[in-house]
């Protein structure tokens, strides 16, 4: 499968209708990240594990309909691979992205590896590929995040505001906050000693 045309990106979905087709484990590992999100999340099954009836879903306890995206933002496809296809038509029909759980021909939309830490967002992608080698990735990725990136976003979200105040361009300001972190890095090791 060819990457091309692909891009990363961050959805904000506060608010937007999100539409989960099946109603088993693979759909329930898709909630809690979607609920986190803000989305407004309804779930399309004929049935529904009871851990995803206790959530704050609107649950549909039937067979997909093309019509259940209509006015959605995103589809999750967790159910069998005949469905998860028919799931791939009727989004691509109204030009709703679908992310295809472990279906890689059904996806319009690909979920990878998250590590979230204090304010960053990594995300690791194989295009859905080879799943388990963007979760390493992320795991190693844990390990090498220092523990005070905090503090660094901190410094970078202040420095933005003074450089966008002055007007500083931006192929200034990449040197100019690697200097500002590596006085954070001096000042922590200084009270370190």
């Known amino acids: ?49 009871p851990r995803i009836a206790s959530l704050d879903v609107r ?38 992205w679908v992310n295809a759980v472990d279906d890689p021909p059904a996806a319009s939309a690909f979920a990878g590896g998250v590590l979230r830490r204090a304010g960053l967002t990594i995300a690791i992608s194989t295009s859905g590929q080879a799943p388990a080698v963007a979760g390493l990735l992320r ?15 901190d410094e970078a979200r202040a420095q933005r505001r003074s450089w966008k105040a002055e007007g500083v361009p931006f192929e200034r300001r990449r040197p100019l906050l690697l200097q500002a972190l590596n006085r954070l890095y001096d000042d922590r090791m200084a009270g370190a000693s």
Do not use: Y
Not at 22 to 32: E, F, I, Q, R
Not at 139 to 153: K, Q
């Open 1 to 49: 499968m060819s990457t091309h045309g692909r891009i990363p990106f961050f959805l904000d979905l506060t608010g937007r209708v999100v539409v989960v087709v099946g109603g088993g484990a693979v759909a329930a590992a898709k909630l809690d990240a979607l609920l986190r999100a803000g989305a407004r999340v309804q779930v399309v099954a004929p049935e529904i594990q």
């Open 139 to 153: 795991e190693a990725l844990e390990a090498v995040i220092p523990e005070e990136i905090e503090a660094w976003i």
């Open 59 to 96: 649950l549909v306890r039937r067979g997909f309909l093309p019509e259940d995206l209509d006015g959605a933002w995103l589809a999750v496809a967790a159910a069998p691979p005949e469905i998860n296809r028919e799931v791939a038509r009727a989004a691509e029909q109204r030009r709703v």
